[in-house]
């Protein structure tokens, strides 16, 4: 069955540090999205692609950066972990239907 | 600015009851509206997907429906179970965009 698996599951790390999450779809969905989702925040947008060497800012886009390379991958990194950054983390894709599929996200831990 | 709501934010039931869950958009300009389950701890998992042109979907004991010009949409659950426990949300793909704008989500409480 066709999927999306994010890794690694649980992460914690430093104030400072490169942090990236990993987000693999084998759906061959064309838009990708990575969503982080705070109590009292819901889920907010940090960057998304519709495509291959196409990516673009979402509403929560400061410290986050992200590059398509293939259809199956959208890496989100963090440049300098802050513990603002603290959150879970989810990866989703659409494909023609517009049905969104989510991974089971990413625990980041900034200490 | 499309923005969406979903009330009640939570809602404690005991098993075996009928439930309808709402959810209100302020644009009808959309292309999609879906629904959501997520368990604690959990990625969110669709339950239900209603295209624009449809007026509703069925998936076993759910029922969602989608009236755009009233900016509204209801999932009805029957015969709920302690396993329907879990956090609903909707969220609506406005038109000429692939963002989803989500609802903050209704918590259900099923007792046995």
């Known amino acids: 069955d066709a999927e999306i698996t994010q890794s690694p599951r649980h992460k914690i790390t430093e104030t400072g540090r490169q942090v990236t999450l990993a987000c693999h779809q084998t759906w061959n969905h064309n838009n990708m999205f990575w969503y982080r989702q705070d109590l009292g925040h819901g889920l907010r947008l940090i960057h998304y692609s519709y495509g291959v060497q196409d990516t673009n800012k979402g509403e929560v886009s400061d410290g986050y950066s992200v590059s398509r390379s293939n259809t199956e991958d959208l890496p989100l990194t963090l440049e300098s972990a802050a513990s603002s950054q603290t959150s879970v983390y989810f990866c989703?894709?659409?494909?023609?239907?517009?049905?969104?599929?989510f991974g089971e996200g990413s625990r980041l831990t900034v200490l | 600015k499309q923005e969406v709501t979903q009330i009640p934010a939570a809602l404690s039931v005991p098993e075996g009851e009928n439930l309808v869950l709402n959810c209100s958009f302020t644009d009808s300009a959309i292309y999609n509206l879906q629904w959501f389950r997520q368990d604690p701890g959990k990625g969110l998992t669709s339950l239900l997907l209603?295209?624009?042109?449809?007026r509703e979907q069925t998936s076993g004991r759910l029922n969602a429906s989608l009236d755009k010009s009233s900016g509204r949409s209801t999932l009805y659950i029957a015969a709920s179970q302690p396993g329907d426990s879990a956090t609903y949300l909707c969220a609506v793909r406005p038109k000429g965009f692939q963002k989803l704008v989500f609802g903050t989500g209704t918590r259900l409480l099923v007792s046995p």
């Open positions: 209603i295209q624009s042109s449809q």
């Open positions: 989703a894709s659409t494909g023609n239907t517009g049905e969104l599929f």
